[in-house]
Every structure is written in C-alpha cells, then in structure tokens.
C-alpha cells in the first residue's frame, strides 16, 4: 500500500514533466502522418506546406515577383467571337492598378455570349465536376497545380488586357478573388470577378456543363 | 463498487465516445486536404502561410490522441490535447459568431450543402454547443484519471 502511494504520489509530482515529452511525440507522429499522406496524395487532394493567400489586393505591378512579360495577343479568334455584335456593348477596360473588378450576371451573360473571353472556375474539381458554367475550367485555387494552370494559361498566349471571368460559389466565397489576385501577379489585368457566382447562374437557368471537362 | 461520474464504467465511456468522435472528425478532413485548408482559411484568424500545414497536420493530430485514447495509452496526455483542440475550436467559432461571419464548422471535413448565412450562424452555435459537451467528457475523463492516480 505504501509502495502504491508513493508511485501515486511520484505519478503525480510533475505532470508537466510528463506531458510534454508524451504530447511532442503525438505531434511528432501527426506531423510524419501528415508528410507520408501528402507526398501519396494526388494533384486534387495535395498541399504545398506553405500556403501563399495573403496576396495582398491592390498590390502595384511593379510588385508583382517574377511576372514574366505577357505575350502577344492569341492571333485567331475563336469561333464564338462572332457573335459579339450581339451582345452587350459595354466596355470592359483593364485595371492594372487592382487585382479585380466585380461583375454582376447579366455582364457575365454578355461577356459568355461574345465567346471569346476564358471563364475560370474557382471553386474546388470535384464541384466543378458536377455542374459548371459552359465553357469554364477548372482552376480550383486549393489544389496544389493551380500554379502550374496559371503558367499553362499564361503559355496560350492570351491577352493581358483581355477580360477573364472568374467565378466561385457568389456570396462570402473568396476564392475567385484570390484566383483574380493570382492572375494579376502573373501579369493579366482584366479579371472580372462574377459576384453571385454559379448560383446565380443555375438560379438564371443558363448553359451548364457537368464533368470534368469545359 | 463506485457508480458516481467518476466511476471507471462512465470513464471508460466517454473515452470510447471522445476517441470515436476524434477519428471519424479526423480521417473527414485527411481525404481532403485542400477542403480542409479552405475551412481554416474562411475563419480568417490562421496567417495564409500557415493554412496549408495546419490543414495537414491538425487532423492527423486528432487521429492519434483519438486512437491513443480508444486503446488507453497516455490517457491523460491524450485528453489535455483533444481539450486543448476543443478550446481552440470554440474560440474561433465565438469569434466568427460575434464578428458575425458566417463560416462553415468544417468538423467534418468540407460540406458540400449550400447554406444561407442565417443557418451557418446557427450551425455555428450548435457546433460551440456540442465542443463544450465533449469538453466535460474531457474534464470527466481528467478528473476520473487523477483520482485513479491519487488512490
């Protein structure tokens, strides 16, 4: 009994001493769970182990690390380009001085009509997948190649000042915010961000694509 | 034979039910990294920078003081951390809900419900509602392991 109370009472002396040791080798076994998963993980469930989504708004082109210099203007149209003259006149200049502009549904209707301008989609593949505005792509800003999607995008040769719409889930969705901001650093200065994102789209009855192509 | 709050029959469960809830909470938000990082990004109270590895290693963390509960190693050390976890959780859940900025809980992983903003600020409460709930099975577990060692 004595013998007992003496280990309770040693057991109980120095619980810190006890729980540090035990709690950093808990961490320490999450944290070498954490980077065997994400060395197997594929491009949709990857992480890069430092996240860059503090991009700042506004940020001034001259602050823009390592945009390399746009190429010319994409030579042919394509083929829905021929319809622009029915659609909305107004004039989309670009906005080199800040990252976005934001855009409601009836001048994204427009822009959509035109058929020449890219529409990106923010929001995550696997959501994409399911429904998506006709023509977008899947640039989900989560999934580790975004990068590698902005430098394809940049290699097709589009014009910097060419609006792009951009759009994620509308309400308190960021992400094509920071997709727009992701743009900017690379150098395209007409991001359009499309405030209610695709919900107002599905709520307006618009074309819809599913699967993981545009 | 003891049958209060403390007594090795309730001890035993609430360390079953806390280590379940842990894992299952856990392994939502490790097949899906990405999700999770979003989640944690939306309460805008984590630096962008590091998002992405609290995204990685926090559900991994509830895993193995989850499991490390359910097979009875380091109880104690177990309990302080998925407590400490709680805290943490309800805090950034009190401060959303009184800037008012809805968020998903993200608990569970990523939810793919659309919400209005009026039901994730009642989700928010209900979530705050069910941590302190698993906090006293904390504190009874705590408790019921300190007396164990005092006797």
Not at chain 1, 109 to 133: C, K, M, S, W
Not at chain 1, 190 to 197: F, H, I, S
Request: proline fraction near 8%; hydrophobic fraction near 45%.
């Amino acid at each position: 009994m004595d013998e007992l109370q003496r280990r309770a009472r040693g057991r109980g002396s120095a619980p810190a001493a006890r729980f540090l040791p035990r709690a950093a080798a808990m961490l320490g076994a999450a944290v070498v769970c954490a980077v065997v998963s994400n060395a197997l993980a594929g491009p949709e469930r990857h992480l890069r182990w430092v996240g860059d989504y503090d991009s700042a708004p506004g940020r001034p082109a001259a602050a823009r690390p390592g945009a390399p210099t746009p190429a010319p203007p994409a030579a042919q149209p394509s083929a829905g380009a021929a319809a622009a003259g029915s659609a909305s006149t107004r004039a989309f200049p670009p906005h080199p001085e800040k990252p976005w502009v934001e855009i409601s549904g009836d001048d994204v209707l427009a822009l959509h009509e035109r058929g020449d301008v890219p529409f990106l989609d923010a929001r995550r593949t696997n959501v994409y997948r399911q429904g998506h505005i006709a023509g977008a792509r899947p640039f989900s800003i989560w999934e580790s190649d975004v990068d590698e999607k902005v430098k394809q995008f940049f290699a097709e040769g589009h014009d910097p000042s060419q609006p792009i719409v951009i759009y994620c889930s509308g309400g308190e969705c960021e992400d094509s915010h920071m997709l727009a901001t992701k743009l900017h650093m690379a150098g395209f200065d007409n991001a359009l961000v499309y405030k209610d994102g695709y919900p107002d789209w599905q709520k307006r009855g618009l074309p819809v694509h599913t699967g993981d192509t545009p | 034979m003891n049958r209060g709050i403390l007594s090795p029959w309730v001890t035993v469960r609430a360390q079953f039910l806390l280590a379940a809830f842990f894992v299952v909470a856990g392994i939502a938000k490790i097949v899906d990294p990405p999700g999770f990082a979003h989640e944690i990004h939306n309460y805008r109270l984590v630096p962008g920078g590091l998002v992405n590895a609290m995204a990685l290693v926090l559900p991994w963390l509830e895993v193995v003081a989850g499991v490390a509960l359910f097979f009875g190693v380091a109880v104690r050390t177990s309990a302080r951390i998925i407590g400490v976890l709680l805290v943490v959780f309800i805090a950034a859940l009190s401060v959303n809900l009184a800037r008012k900025h809805p968020v998903d809980c993200g608990c569970f992983g990523t939810s793919t419900v659309q919400k209005t903003d009026a039901q994730r600020l009642t989700d928010m409460k209900w979530a705050i509602a069910r941590d302190v709930g698993l906090l006293l099975l904390v504190a009874q577990i705590l408790a019921a392991s300190r007396r164990d060692v005092r006797r």
